[in-house]
T-cell receptor, first 111, second 112 residues
Framework: DTAVSQTPKYLVTQMGNDKSIKCEQN?????MYWYKQDSKKFLKIMFS???????INETVPNRFSPKSPDKAHLNLHINSLELGDSAVYFC??????????FGPGTRLTVL | GEDVEQSLFLSVREGDSSVINCTYT??????LYWYKQEPGAGLQLLTY?????DMKQDQRLTVLLNKKDKHLSLRIADTQTGDSAIYFC????????????FGTGTRLQVFP
């Protein structure tokens, strides 16, 4: 069973479009995260949610909006996509500030 | 500020030991972590060390922490080709332990 899953695995889209990436965890964790990894492999946290409440919100453009319909899901919606949004986006989850388990990533390419 | 740095590349022969180094800036970090990322995959936690420890050993992995110099290292004994990956160190933010600040990553290449 996959612990943290993301869909889609690959996403290719045009500039200006709006897209969503979905994340689900079946570990019963209370905290979920979104990270961005750029082409140089730099990995930076974007958001975290604890029990559907936003906890961490780094300096991310407001075109990015996370949505947590329930504790097991944290989706990332991106409006007006730009070239610089091309990256691999990782979802993760943890329980009580413990180990963070990462999903397999979604490679977003904006043309 | 929070900044974690690593050397970008390391190349070792199979069977040798690998040592990956990391420097961090937040002296109040509670935990320091080592993650492994294989090609096309997410990050996998390898090991972690609590900030009041100097050393932690886990099978082929040895973590050394020098708090005075804010230096963390990961030693992999008997390195295998399957160890080829990118290794990230990370520190937990002192004001929010859920927030991990990742290093730049070290790409380890193991050759026969």
């Amino acid at each position: 069973d996959t612990a943290v899953s993301q869909t889609p695995k690959y996403l290719v889209t045009q500039m200006g479009n709006d897209k969503s990436i979905k994340c689900e965890q079946n570990l019963g964790h209370d905290t979920m995260y979104w990270y961005k990894q750029d082409s140089k492999k730099f990995l930076k946290i974007m958001f975290s949610y604890n029990n559907k409440e936003l906890i961490i919100n780094e300096t991310v453009p407001n075109r990015f909006s996370p949505k947590s319909p329930d504790k097991a899901h944290l989706n990332l919606h991106i409006n007006s996509l730009e070239l610089g949004d091309s990256a691999v986006y990782f979802c993760a989850s943890s329980q009580d500030s413990g180990e963070q388990f990462f999903g397999p990533g979604t490679r977003l390419t904006v043309l | 500020g929070e900044d974690v740095e690593q050397s970008l590349f390391l190349s070792v022969r199979e069977g040798d030991s690998s040592v990956i180094n990391c420097t961090y800036t937040d002296s109040s970090s509670t935990y320091l972590y080592w993650y492994k990322q294989e090609p096309g995959a997410g990050l996998q936690l390898l090991t972690y060390i609590f900030s009041n420890m100097d050393m932690k050993q886990d099978q082929r992995l040895t973590v050394l922490l020098n708090k005075k110099d804010k230096h963390l290292s990961l030693r992999i004994a008997d390195t295998q080709t399957g160890d080829s990956a990118i290794y990230f160190c990370a520190e937990s933010s002192s004001y929010n332990t859920d927030k991990l600040i990742f290093g730049t990553g070290t790409r380890l290449q193991v050759f026969p």
